[in-house]
C-alpha cells in the first residue's frame, strides 16, 4: 500500500519532467498546461518528501531525478549567458500588450520615453487607439487595429521602412547592418480549435537572421515549439539577460485567470548583444511590457 501511495503522488511529477525533458508536442489541454512548469519545478520536492516518510527509497530515488530534471530546466533563465562582441549602434526595443484595447495609449508612450525605447511593437490595438498613439516622437507608425484581438503593429522613433509583411519594418541604422523588426501575437492554444493554429504561427515565423521578433507569443520556455523557434536563429533577450523567469501575465487585479507566467518576449538575431531587460508594468493592461537594450552587430 506504501509503494502504492508514493507511486501515485510522484507520477504527476514524473510524467510532467519527461514531457519538459524529451520536448514532446503536446496537444490541448496538456499544451497549454505544460506552461506552468516551474510552478512544476517548485513543488517537485514534494513527492520526493512523501517517498521517503513513506520510506520507498526507490520511488525517492525516481522522483528527485524527475526534480534535477525540471530544475534544470529552470536555473539557465535566472542566469545570464554569454553574450557575442557585437560592437554597432544601440538598440532600445520594447513589446507591450493593450489588452483589447483597454490600455492607455498615453501611458505607452510615456512608459517608452522614460525607458529611451526606439522601436515600440503593440498587440490587441483596437482602431480607436489609432489616433491616440499619434506622437511626434514616434513619427514612424507600422500600425494594423482590429476590433478583435488581432490587431498590433511598431511605433518607432528611429528611421524604419515598412515591408510586405503585416506590422513589420526595418531599421536601418548607420554602423548596422538592417534589422527588421516583426510584432508578433499568435492566438492561445487554450481550446482544440486555437492549438492547431498557434502552432502553425510558431512554425511560420522566419529564421532569425537580421531579425528582431517582439510581442505576445502566448508562449513559455517549456513549449517546444518556442524552443524551436529559437534553435532558428535568435536568442530570448530576457533570457540572456538572466531575466528568463520574470512573469509577464496576468497582471493582478486586472486579470486573476491564472498563475503568473512568461508569455511575452523580444526574440533578436544571435549577433545581437542584450545589455539588459527590464519588466514593467502599463496602467490598465494585463500584460507587462519588456523593453531590451540591444547592442547591434557592427557593419552596413
Known amino acids: 500500500m506504501r509503494s502504492l501511495v508514493a507511486v501515485v503522488v510522484a507520477l504527476p511529477w514524473v510524467v510532467w519532467a519527461l514531457l519538459r525533458t524529451l520536448g514532446v508536442e503536446l496537444s490541448y489541454p496538456l499544451v497549454a498546461l505544460i506552461a506552468f512548469t516551474p510552478y512544476a519545478a517548485l513543488t517537485s520536492p514534494v513527492p520526493v518528501v512523501a517517498a521517503l516518510v513513506l520510506k520507498r527509497r526507490a520511488v525517492a530515488v525516481v522522483a528527485a531525478v524527475a526534480a534535477v530534471a525540471l530544475g534544470f530546466a529552470m536555473v539557465p533563465r535566472a542566469v545570464a549567458g554569454p553574450q557575442p562582441e557585437a560592437r554597432g549602434p544601440r538598440l532600445v ?177 544571435r549577433r545581437i548583444r542584450v545589455e539588459r531587460v527590464t519588466v514593467v508594468r502599463i496602467p490598465r493592461s494585463d500584460h507587462r511590457a519588456v523593453i531590451a537594450v540591444l547592442r547591434l552587430p557592427s557593419g552596413t
Request: glycine fraction near 8%; avoid cysteine.
Open 93 to 269: 526595443v520594447m513589446t507591450s500588450n493593450l489588452w483589447l484595447g483597454q490600455a492607455e495609449p498615453s501611458a505607452v508612450l510615456r512608459v517608452a520615453r522614460e525607458h529611451d525605447v526606439d522601436v515600440v511593437s503593440v498587440q490587441e490595438l483596437r482602431p480607436r487607439q489609432m489616433r491616440r498613439f499619434e506622437s511626434d516622437d514616434f513619427g514612424v507608425r507600422i500600425l494594423e487595429p482590429e476590433r478583435g484581438a488581432g490587431g498590433g503593429g511598431l511605433l518607432s522613433r528611429v528611421p524604419m521602412t515598412p515591408t510586405e509583411t503585416p506590422m513589420e519594418g526595418v531599421v536601418d541604422l548607420a554602423g548596422a547592418p538592417p534589422i527588421t523588426i516583426r510584432s508578433v501575437h499568435p492566438r492561445p492554444p487554450v481550446s482544440q480549435a486555437a492549438e492547431p493554429e498557434w502552432r502553425a504561427a510558431i512554425e511560420a515565423l522566419p529564421a532569425g537572421d537580421g531579425r528582431i521578433l517582439a510581442g505576445d507569443f502566448n508562449a513559455t520556455f517549456d513549449h517546444s515549439e518556442f524552443r524551436a523557434l529559437l534553435d532558428r536563429g535568435y536568442v530570448d533577450a530576457a533570457d540572456a539577460a538572466g531575466a528568463g523567469l520574470k512573469p509577464t501575465w496576468p497582471v493582478p487585479p486586472r486579470q486573476r485567470r491564472a498563475l503568473p507566467l512568461t508569455i511575452d518576449h523580444i526574440l533578436v538575431d
